[in-house]
């Protein structure tokens, strides 16, 4: 078995009574089976390497969590714990926007009420006038595992000129 985590694998097998030869590996620990390793213990946070090396999760060892500690002294000074604030405030940020994605879309004011019926949104989706006044634009946040089943409903309810985007950071 191959891991970065050598003790943790370990741990996790020795109360079951499995008998394993767990050995560190450095990076890319996903493209080691089945040549080079039986089975790999992996930290990962979406699964997407593993899936894209035809690996599947059999069990979670442990569950982590990201902490951002400030040394006392520094948070007691005021312009470094501004500064400290601000890169706390963007971490939050970046995190919101994971597994979220931005939607834009036209639709006839006519047909709005329809549209907005089917977008979940982080708040409120914003709604813009166009040059036409029969039209406007919608613009919302969504999270992406909804969007492959909510893109044709929305051009089904008459939207058009539907875009999807990334999201870096979602302030809230």
């Known amino acids: 078995m191959a891991t970065e985590l ?3 694998t370990e741990a996790y097998f020795a109360p079951q009574r499995v008998n394993v030869n767990v050995e ?10 089945p040549v080079l390793a039986d089975a790999i213990v992996e930290v990962t946070e979406t699964g997407s390497s593993l899936r894209a090396n035809r690996l599947r999760i059999i069990d979670t060892l442990m569950e982590s969590n990201t902490q951002f500690i400030a040394n006392p002294a520094a948070a007691a000074d005021a312009w470094k714990r501004h500064k400290i604030d601000n890169v706390a405030l963007l971490l939050r940020a970046a995190i919101e926007a994971q597994g979220r994605v931005g ?7 006519a047909d709005l009420p329809a549209v907005l019926a089917l977008l ?3 708040q409120r989706p914003t709604i813009s006038a166009l040059s036409d006044d029969d039209w ?3 613009n919302t ?9 909510l893109i044709p409903r929305l051009k089904a309810a008459r939207a ?6 990334p999201l870096n950071k ?3």
């Open 160 to 165: 058009q000129g539907i875009v999807e985007y």
């Open 103 to 109: 939607l834009m879309l036209n639709v006839t004011r």
């Open 170 to 172: 979602i302030v809230l």
């Open 24 to 33: 560190f590996s450095w990076g890319a620990t996903e493209v080691k089976p």
């Open 136 to 138: 406007v634009a919608v």
């Open 141 to 149: 946040i969504i999270e992406e595992r909804t969007v492959r089943e």
């Open 6 to 8: 050598v003790r943790v």
């Open 120 to 122: 979940p949104a982080l």
